[in-house]
């Protein structure tokens, strides 16, 4: 049994998941599943009675989804986790509680940062999800991390479906600028320890990643992930222009 546990909580010393997999489109087709779900039945589930208690279940599953990453790193030494490189500095952890906040006082402020850092930032940790590449399906991080990632969506699409919340320009702007604190913050951290990439502005990532196609100079790779991240926030408003634009 300790050895079970030991190889469940811990990780490969070789690569054990590859992009584009079932291992990788399953748990989104999954999440595209339940999104699709909440769509058809958001009329039953608003007027559901135990529709209050739905949303401090989806909550809490994000709360432990994330603080479980932690568990791990502490309940299980031989990871070797170096705390100072582990700190909750990162977009998709705090989208994560958020949205948790967001669920259930269905506070539309919650729900401004985290809609536009899931759909910016988050998406690519979905299409190259860098830090399972020593897990696979038989490890608790690879449950762990699409647990995370996932149900912020879900939560995100139903609050939109569901209660009707939206975003709006002022909405973008808050977001982008909670964004840029969380990144000075990176920064200033990447600076004083060593080895730390929060936000992976220091360097790319080890495995495979949408910022390998980024540039080693940083100025030149900040201001690309500038670029981008500015772009991401556009497309991400982009239909609820469209839709305030028709309506008129």
């Given at each position: ?32 599943a339940m999104i699709l779900l909440i769509r058809k039945n958001a009329g039953s589930l608003r007027d559901w009675k135990h529709e209050e208690k739905l949303r401090y ?99 995100i699409f139903y609050m939109i479906f569901v209660h009707g919340m939206r975003p709006t320009v002022k909405s973008a702007v808050k977001s982008y600028i909670a964004l ?46 500038i670029a981008a991240i500015t772009l991401m926030y556009g497309l991400a408003y982009l239909p609820w222009y469209l839709k305030d634009k028709k309506n008129k």
């Amino acid at each position: 049994m300790k050895e079970f546990f030991i190889y469940f909580f811990g990780q490969g010393d070789v690569q054990e998941f590859a992009l584009f997999t079932p291992a990788h489109i399953l748990p989104i087709l999954w999440m595209v599943a339940m999104i699709l779900l909440i769509r058809k039945n958001a009329g039953s589930l608003r007027d559901w009675k135990h529709e209050e208690k739905l949303r401090y279940v989806l909550a809490f599953a994000l709360i432990i989804s994330d603080m479980s990453y932690y568990w791990r790193l502490v309940g299980v030494p031989a990871l070797g986790a170096n705390p100072v490189e582990n700190l909750p500095i990162g977009v998709c952890g705090w989208a994560a509680i958020l949205c948790s906040y967001m669920l259930v006082g269905k506070c539309q402020s919650f729900f401004d940062i985290s809609y536009f850092w899931l759909l910016s930032g988050s998406l690519f940790a979905l299409l190259t999800p860098t830090p399972l590449n020593f897990t696979g399906p038989t490890r608790f991080r690879y449950y762990q991390f699409w647990a995370e990632h996932t149900l912020g969506y879900i939560a995100i699409f139903y609050m939109i479906f569901v209660h009707g919340m939206r975003p709006t320009v002022k909405s973008a702007v808050k977001s982008y600028i909670a964004l840029v604190v969380m990144a000075v913050i990176a920064y200033s951290v990447n600076r004083m320890i060593p080895g730390a990439n929060y936000l992976y502005m220091a360097r790319p990532e080890s495995a495979p990643s949408v910022l390998d196609i980024l540039p080693p100079n940083f100025a030149l790779r900040i201001s690309i992930m500038i670029a981008a991240i500015t772009l991401m926030y556009g497309l991400a408003y982009l239909p609820w222009y469209l839709k305030d634009k028709k309506n008129k």
